[in-house]
């Protein structure tokens, strides 16, 4: 799994601006790292159960 490198610039400061305005340039930039970063959180928490139970599994096999 590769992780997705996004190129999000810092917007300059404009006087009296909306923060949500003035992000919203950068809407689809979000949109990726967001969707990347749930999918990454899901695959790892996925890795590290399915390890969990393997690690169980090998214990009760030679207890």
């Known amino acids: 799994m590769t992780l ?12 009296g601006g909306n923060l949500i305005e003035i992000l919203s340039n950068e809407g689809t930039s979000f949109i990726s790292f967001l969707i990347s970063f749930v999918a990454i959180s899901v695959y790892w928490f996925n890795h590290h159960t399915m390890f969990h139970y393997i690690k169980k599994s ?6």
Request: glycine share 0%; proline share 11%; charged share 30%.
């Open 58 to 63: 090998i214990t009760r096999s030679y207890s």
């Open 4 to 15: 997705l490198v996004i190129d999000i610039k810092i917007p300059e400061p404009i006087r």
